[in-house]
């Protein structure tokens, strides 16, 4: 009986809420449906809120989910635009020309993908090569690179992440990642996870590294990045390094439609593109777009 | 005498609308089981075209946007998933059951007022706060009593299980001692047993069916429970070597893979024949503590 009186409690509040969810001022509002990338969640949070703020008639929902879930969303049809801090996949465009859904891409960040360990961690740098054998699984042992006598630890995204398949594609060689990986539920995780491991090593978007304050977050060591051997060393944090492309792991983060995008998405996309969108960028940690994918963005508005 | 009022042709009629509705009902749930069974089964089977048996079942490796050779092993899993189970069983079973047993025999009725409901609200923390639980505190307690450098480990996972599992076991476990008839115990305190021994000699055997249904249906929840791992055990996709190691279970890899996955594609189908072993384990464990439960009652009828 309690069962039968809590059931019709809860239909009847879910009347209610459906009833107010209809009502004629949200209507009118536009909607825009984001959704994809968890290394970019936060930052078009902050862009669509702001922008929001200025032109009051639009309602933005940003969904996180991995840039594989956000590529989905488009060529399923359940998003305006999604959020890919990776390529499209040849497998994936040919599904989308399949449901003749035809992707329009736009560059609207730059990120630089930081090689994180616990702040104990004595290792300051390490090389392309030595990234992708830590995470293939070939080192297993932190003295192997002069670091502690120490099983290394390692932190790493789920398939779906745009960030997986990047590190996998350029620094990994297309090889397996090591089944040893522990798949953390985005960025935030992986950062949670190396602050408490002292053997852990992880990779995340840039912007992740900063707290509220707009400082590297107690705790975590951000390595600096070679090459090779012979190149010099750069961190992700010095802007100069990542803007002259320097830094060896920095890549494009992308949103993309199906087709032409709507007025409402289009004027979005330019508050993006715009000086204050791209300050906004900056602010969040991330680098802003240079002049060629800037001009190849302006050929997909129209 | 108890008088009966006389129905009218219009009550003969209710009567039998109503039995009606009830007869639905109860067809309905076995028509909804036979559905998802036949879902699972018709798109679990396309992974087949690709992936043999063999391999699905025997592979330890799970890797399938590899791009060296995609992989559909699913061996690991399915023995990380035994492994976090057992290990949870191990843990709340004898917390469990004597949990039960202290209600049923020991507490004063004031005690067993308050811890019952107490125990009943243990089963209504959502899975997702149980995995914070594990992340912020179980977790890094493992690390440091047992001095690993994180403590995403399989043990984790099997804790947290434990809590999650234990309302089922005691609840069910209280009931079926609560259910052995007095005169049981009281030809056994006339023979001169104490308590003790009537609780271990007489109870605990006359409704030892009970108790292994309560330990069955708690490995039911056990092995589908799905957030509280996903957070907890770290995910990664090794074959498990001990509980000390990050492990991903069968749920888990559902979970993290099916809401990327492109439809209708290999790797789709096969997260549905994972689906599919994962209804199958269930409903066996689910049945043999329905089929000793049932035994139980008319054991003691």
Redesign the interface.
Same mark, same amino acid.
């Given at each position: 009986m309690k069962k039968l009186t809590a059931t019709i409690g809860l239909l009847a509040l879910l009347l209610v809420a459906s009833l107010g969810l209809t009502s004629p001022a949200s209507a009118q509002k536009k909607m825009i449906q984001i959704k994809g990338s968890d290394t970019m969640v936060n930052l078009v949070q902050i862009l669509a809120e702001e922008y929001m703020a200025k032109k009051p008639g639009t309602a933005i929902a940003v969904l996180g989910?991995?840039s594989?879930?956000g590529i989905?969303a488009i060529?399923?049809g359940t998003c305006d635009l999604a959020n890919h801090s990776r390529e499209w996949k040849p497998?994936?465009l040919d599904?989308a020309y399949e449901k003749g859904v035809r992707p329009r891409i736009f560059a609207i960040a730059v990120d630089a993908l930081s090689i994180i360990v616990n702040e104990k961690n004595p290792i300051e740098t390490l090389t392309m090569a030595q990234v992708g054998s830590i995470f293939r699984g070939e080192i297993k042992n932190w003295k192997v690179l002069g670091g502690p006598d120490?099983?290394i630890?390692?932190y790493g995204r789920?398939? +779906?992440s745009g960030t997986y398949?990047f590190l996998?594609?350029h620094v990994l060689n297309?090889?397996?990642?090591?089944?040893?990986?522990?798949?953390? +539920?985005g960025n935030a995780q992986i950062i949670?996870?190396v602050v408490?491991?002292?053997?852990?090593i992880g990779y995340v978007g840039v912007g992740y590294l900063y707290d509220e304050k707009g400082e590297v977050r107690k705790g975590l060591k951000v390595l600096k990045i070679k090459k090779d051997d012979n190149a010099p060393e750069y961190s992700p944090l010095d802007k100069e390094a990542v803007y002259s492309a320097k830094y060896a792991i920095s890549r494009p983060l992308y949103q993309c439609t199906n087709g032409k995008p709507s007025a409402a998405v289009a004027d979005f996309i330019r508050f993006e593109l715009s000086p204050e969108g791209q300050a906004i960028v900056e602010k969040e940690g991330f680098f802003k777009i240079g002049k060629d994918l800037m001009d190849q963005n302006e050929k997909n508005l129209r | 005498m108890i008088s009966v009022k006389k129905k009218g042709v219009l009550g003969d009629l209710k009567e039998s609308l109503i039995q009606k509705i009830f007869q639905t009902s109860g067809l309905l749930a076995i028509i909804v089981l036979l559905g998802i069974f036949a879902l699972l089964f018709y798109t679990a089977i396309p992974a087949f075209r690709e992936v043999s048996l063999k391999e699905f079942l025997t592979s330890t490796?799970w890797?399938?946007?590899?791009?060296?050779r995609p992989e559909y092993g699913l061996l690991?899993m399915l023995a990380s998933t035994v492994m976090v189970t057992i290990g949870a069983l191990l843990i709340a079973f004898p917390v469990g059951v004597a949990v039960a047993a202290y209600l049923s025999d020991v507490a004063s009725p004031r005690v067993r007022e308050i811890v019952k409901p107490v125990v009943e609200l243990l089963a209504a923390i959502p899975s997702v706060v149980v995995g914070f639980i594990g992340?912020t505190l179980v977790g890094?307690m493992i690390?440091k009593i047992f001095n690993l450098?994180?403590g995403?480990t399989a043990l984790n996972g099997s804790l947290l299980l434990a809590i999650m599992a234990l309302p089922t076991i005691i609840s069910i476990s209280e009931d079926s001692l609560n259910a052995v008839p007095i005169s049981f115990v009281e030809a056994s305190l006339a023979l001169g047993a104490n308590r003790w021994q009537t609780l271990v000699r007489v109870k605990i055997p006359a409704a030892l069916s009970g108790i292994i249904a309560s330990l069955m249906l708690g490995m039911g929840r056990a092995i589908g429970e799905t957030m509280t791992v996903?957070?907890a055990t770290?995910?990664?996709?090794?074959?498990p070597q001990g509980f000390l190691q990050?492990v991903?279970t069968l749920t888990a890899n559902i979970a993290?893979?099916l809401?990327?996955?492109?439809?209708y594609t290999t790797h789709y189908y096969a997260l549905f024949a994972i689906g599919l072993v994962l209804f199958i384990m269930t409903f066996f464990v689910n049945l043999t503590a329905d089929v000793i439960l049932e035994k139980q009652k008319r054991k003691l009828q």
């Open positions: 989910g991995g594989g879930t989905t060529i399923n497998k994936e599904l120490q099983k630890s390692l789920q398939s +779906n398949s996998q594609e297309n090889k397996n990642y090591s089944p040893d990986v522990k798949e953390m +539920n949670e996870a408490q491991d002292l053997a852990g | 490796r890797d399938p946007t590899s791009p060296e690991s992340i890094p690390a450098s994180h995403l996903l957070m770290g995910n990664a996709r090794a074959f990050s991903r993290i893979e809401g990327e996955v492109p439809y």
